[in-house]
């Protein structure tokens, strides 16, 4: 292995994961301008285009599992590197296509069609992206440090998630509502091509992992071990079930809820939004370096039971007429950490649940699955009850009941897992 292999690794995977996480943030943002562009139909109300639009979105995740499997075995089989140099070239260029598709005015019912479909291809791309991209960070990461190296995969999506609404955010204050309603909100995707062309730069120069050439040529065991990889994909969705909930609850569907049930205005919700995800990201590569130290299970736990006691106030004060604008900063703040604290030891767990010839499918069928389920829905689930309930506390329960799995799950987890070798 050449020296500084393993964060010339580090990056390339991270940056794919940038670009995935910086879209589906996008997406998430302008949701109310997508809404108006391609599902506004005629005699319908406002809410009902919002959740077309969150039927849109969480499409893309139901196809995740389906791209988990499908570039999880060609990653398992042929390598981390070109599968992952696949994924990105067809996940930039999905993402590009969105920001050329005429809306609704212009083409009719083809419009919110072509905007689906294209969602459906950025599912099964994104699908491919997470296991691989973890797989090459943790099987690259020296030993006691798995913890850090897959923290950067989570800190990334930080990254993405905020440059995402950073973008949004700054040409809401730059474009009249007009100007971002008719041509502004196509700029975002575009710019997934320059960023899409240094990733694919840093990707082909990157090495193969060790632990996917060591394994090569090795007899794969019997059928015996598909039982036992799909019960750690059933407990893995189980364990991250509460970070994939709470995770889009208050990073990404938070400014919705905020305009559309609490009135709160577009920017104002943008800067919540904003800040909520730099919550997270502070947290994330600490609890990861923490996971390290003194294990997954005692961190992850801990979050976990902090959400669950915490949920409900928190979004009682966001919904107090009294709450300030900085209180309601000090709130998203809180809840955006509590998730980074889930999201930093998170995948390396995932990684230490499956050995190497089944590591790409097996940590990205868990995650994609449990993402499809608990954030693709969460959207289209919270804005959905709210319209049949009329109860604003909808994002709370939702991430209550996650959490009651999660700890139960969480609670198997070995105490030495992070001390072992991938491989044992």
Avoid at 46 to 63: E, H, P, Q, R, V
Avoid at 204 to 218: A, D, L, R, Y
Avoid at 327 to 337: P, Y
Wanted: charged share 10%; hydrophobic share 55%.
């Amino acid at each position: 292995m050449q020296p500084n292999a393993h964060k010339r690794a580090l990056i390339a995977g991270s940056i794919g994961n940038f670009i995935e996480w910086y879209e589906f943030a996008v997406y998430g943002f302008l949701a109310t301008v997508i809404a108006k562009n391609f599902f506004q139909l005629e005699g319908e109300a406002g809410l009902t285009s919002l959740i077309l639009t969150y039927a849109s979105f969480a499409i893309a995740f139901f196809f995740r599992p389906l791209g988990a499997v499908v570039f999880g075995r060609i990653g398992d089989r042929i390598g981390r590197k070109p599968t992952l140099i696949i994924v990105l070239v067809l996940m930039t260029l999905a993402t590009a296509a969105i920001g050329m598709v005429p809306v609704h005015a212009s083409i009719g019912i083809a419009a919110p069609l072509i905007i689906t479909l294209l969602r459906i291809l950025q599912g099964l791309f994104a699908g491919g992206e997470y296991g691989g991209a973890v797989s090459l960070m943790t099987e690259f990461a020296p030993r006691g440090k798995r913890g850090l190296y897959g923290a950067w995969q989570s800190f990334t999506v930080a990254l993405g998630l905020l440059a995402g609404a950073g973008i949004v955010a700054l040409l809401s204050a730059l474009l009249t509502p007009e100007a971002l309603h008719d041509w502004g909100w196509r700029i975002p995707f575009f710019l997934a091509l320059p960023m899409g062309i240094v990733a694919l730069w840093l990707r082909v120069s990157m090495e193969e992992t060790p632990g996917f050439v060591q394994q090569q040529g090795k007899p794969v065991a019997a059928q015996a071990d598909t039982v036992a990889t799909l019960k750690a994909i059933m407990l893995g969705i189980g364990r991250v079930m509460v970070w994939s909930a709470a995770g889009y609850t208050y990073l990404v569907i938070m400014p919705t809820y905020l305009q559309s049930a609490l009135h709160t205005g577009f920017n104002q919700a943008l800067l919540i939004a904003v800040i909520s995800n730099i919550g997270f990201a502070l947290t994330i590569i600490p609890s990861g370096i923490l996971s390290d130290r003194i294990g997954r299970r005692t961190v992850m736990i801990i979050s976990t039971v902090l959400l669950l006691i915490l949920a409900l106030p928190l979004l009682k004060i966001l919904q107090a007429e009294s709450s300030t604008l900085a209180v309601k900063t000090v709130v998203v703040l809180i809840a955006g950490g509590l998730v980074g604290m889930l999201a930093g030891p998170g995948p390396a767990m995932l990684s230490e649940m499956f050995p190497t010839r089944v590591r790409y499918t097996g940590l990205g069928l868990a995650y994609s699955l449990s993402n499809a389920i608990f954030s693709g829905c969460a959207g289209l689930i919270i804005t959905g009850l709210i319209k049949e309930t009329g109860n604003l506390n909808i994002p709370a329960y939702y991430v209550m009941a996650t959490a009651v799995v999660s700890i139960v799950a969480l609670m198997t987890l070995r105490k030495d897992d992070h001390l072992r070798s991938l491989e044992e």
